[in-house]
């Protein structure tokens, strides 16, 4: 065989090779391929074909069978309707728009002080991180004990006012919202400030020390270098808190039910109430699927964003 017959037939067994590759992988993915498909996909498709029945469990028939309660787009027109939807969606929102901001500014204040070392940094490292250890069940009933009538957080301000405090904080509408609002933060303050101390020990020292060098403030090394190079982090922080805001659902419901009244009733309490009390099945799976895509469209944006932080 000569050498150009040789050159002629190198591709072809390459490209042979190649598809051959292909095919071994796609034969062993296969199974996970599937796998994932019934785990995420069934369940999503089996959500839309729920939200536009009016099936629920105490008709007697199985979901399979929902298509003879067909009620075509209603369940999407009540819930455009619904003044108790959209004032536990507004709830949360507000949530989200003081527990996440607060727990930024808290997280980055305290990543500021533990990059550098000090004494006993170890050891108030791990104190910090315990909140977001605790089960938030378990955060919501000792936030709930603490604010009983006869609890701590009275007697702390009886003895501040030299006289005694009986404040029913769970069960005044405002008073409630601020409890569980600081039951949050609480909890979720260390997760923030262990991913904006992780960003922030990742600058480059040389950058910092070149900066100190040429006469710079640390207020503006830290604006000019050290947020800059922390972009994308604060993004995924952030990103992380807003989503996680919209399920949030164990403290708030054991300290308070979402009382009183709606008082603190969030969008994930909303949606619990309405499943297991009223059993309303198919206007939940509306309401569900609204929120995955809006939660989608969040985290689309969120990617987006970093995406860009990287390119830059």
């Known amino acids: 065989m000569t050498m150009a017959a040789l050159d002629t037939n190198t591709p072809v067994m390459e490209h042979e090779d190649t598809r051959d590759s292909r095919r071994l992988g796609i034969w062993l993915t296969l199974p996970a391929q599937i796998l ?3 785990i995420a996909v069934f369940p999503i498709l089996m959500q839309v074909y729920i939200s ?4 629920s469990p105490l008709d007697g028939i199985g979901w399979w069978q ?21 004032s536990a969606l507004g709830r949360t929102v507000l949530v989200m728009a003081i527990c996440v ?3 930024f500014l808290l997280g980055l204040g305290l990543a500021i ?18 909140p977001m250890m605790v089960v938030p069940a378990v955060a919501g009933y000792m936030f709930f004990m603490l604010f009983q009538s006869g609890g701590p957080v009275n007697d702390i301000l009886s003895f501040f006012y030299g006289a005694p405090v009986t404040i029913a904080w769970l069960a005044d509408p405002d008073l409630a919202f601020f409890a569980v ?3 949050d933060i609480w909890q979720w303050t260390p997760l923030m400030f262990l991913i904006l101390l992780a960003g922030m020990v990742g600058v480059p020292e040389d950058q910092l020390r070149a900066a100190t060098l040429l006469g710079a403030s640390w207020a503006t090394r830290f604006r000019t270098i050290v947020l800059p190079r922390m972009k994308t982090i604060i993004i995924i922080a ?20 979402g009382g009183p009244g709606v008082a603190t009733e969030t969008i994930s309490i909303y949606i619990y109430k309405v ?21 989608s469209v969040v985290s689309a944006i969120a990617i987006k964003r970093m995406s860009r932080g990287v390119s830059q």
């Open 52 to 55: 536009l029945t009016d099936w």
């Open 275 to 295: 499943t297991q009390q009223e059993l309303i099945w198919g206007y939940v799976a509306a309401v569900a699927l609204v929120i995955l895509i809006a939660l």
């Open 238 to 257: 952030l990103a992380i808190r807003v989503i996680e805001n919209f399920k949030v659902f164990d403290n708030f419901y054991i300290m308070t039910g």
């Open 66 to 86: 929902a298509h003879e309660l067909w009620n075509s787009f209603a369940n999407y027109s009540d819930l455009m309707a619904d003044d108790r939807f959209w």
């Open 113 to 130: 002080l533990f990059v550098d070392d000090f004494p006993g940094r170890r050891f108030l490292y791990s104190v910090l991180l315990i």
């Open 36 to 38: 994932v498909l019934f």
């Open 101 to 103: 901001p607060v727990e």
């Open 181 to 183: 609002i600081v039951s």
